[in-house]
């Protein structure tokens, strides 16, 4: 690369899968911008939601909204010494492929995988598989703390139940270097963001405060470093690009 070629500047979330490329990248010259992850804790469960994990056969389906939902739900049954087998019998909806890879390792299948993550795919996609009333049909939504799903509400407006089961909480750390990274990033300097894992996705949800992320990064070529970021990008309103560097 000749001194003058504009060089591009890359951002990548700081995880283990990224350590070695932000390494060569930055050997090689290129500008890199590293932003912190995600930081996720389990929660102890409350009363009510220990109720709900020692009556999943009294729900119709359960639903999970993201790879964390379905690895700490995973997590709180296990520690439980409770049996898979008991989601069988319910309708599963996993938002998105990533997430319904983590449930295949339990041998969970997943009924539904919207196409796209927003509220209303979700309702439309669970709609057309319940059939044509949700009416007194019951909803267990496994989801981060203090993430707001409005499809819920939709849900409800149809006379459906549903009981929300938060099974950990998330949040960035070092807040004065989110913020000058954020606005970084808000300002178009970065030229490429290259996502190497679904839990990117999260922790681009946090560090941009829960907005439209795909419209923060709508002057920013995406990348994807595998096939299954691909469509977690895909899935949540991004046109990725595979990942080349030369």
């Known amino acids: 690369m000749s001194d003058l070629e504009i060089k591009k500047t890359y951002g990548l979330f700081d995880n283990p899968l990224n350590k070695k490329l932000i390494s060569d990248l930055r050997r090689k010259g290129e500008n890199v911008l590293v932003f912190p992850p995600v930081k996720t804790e389990k929660l102890e469960l409350t009363e009510t939601a220990v109720k709900h994990l020692q009556n999943l056969a009294g729900f119709d389906w359960v639903i999970f909204t993201d790879v964390f939902a379905a690895d700490y ?10 049996d898979f087998f008991e989601l069988d ?13 983590r449930l295949r390792f339990v041998q969970v299948h997943a009924d539904v995988i919207p196409s796209k993550s927003d509220d209303a ?3 439309s996609a669970i709609s057309n598989y319940a059939g044509p009333t949700l009416a007194d049909l019951s909803f267990l939504v496994v989801r981060e703390k203090s993430a707001v799903w409005h499809f819920i509400e939709m849900l409800t407006a149809e006379k459906a139940k549903v009981a929300e089961l938060p099974v950990y909480q998330a ?4 807040e004065p270097a989110n913020t000058k ?16 894992s679904p839990d990117d996705l999260l922790s681009l949800r946090f560090l941009t405060d829960g907005a439209d992320f795909s419209a923060v990064l709508n002057e920013t070529q995406v990348s994807a470093v595998s096939e299954i970021v691909f469509q977690s990008l895909q899935e949540n309103g991004f046109r990725p690009l595979y990942f080349h560097y030369k």
């Open 89 to 101: 019998d319910l309708s599963v909806c996993a938002l998105g492929e990533a997430v319904a890879d």
């Open 181 to 196: 990274l954020k606005t970084l990033l808000k300002g178009g300097a970065v030229d490429e963001f290259v996502f190497s």
């Open 171 to 174: 949040g960035l750390a070092d």
């Open 73 to 82: 739900f995973i997590e709180h049954l296990g520690a439980r010494e409770m």
């Open 121 to 123: 795919a979700v309702f």
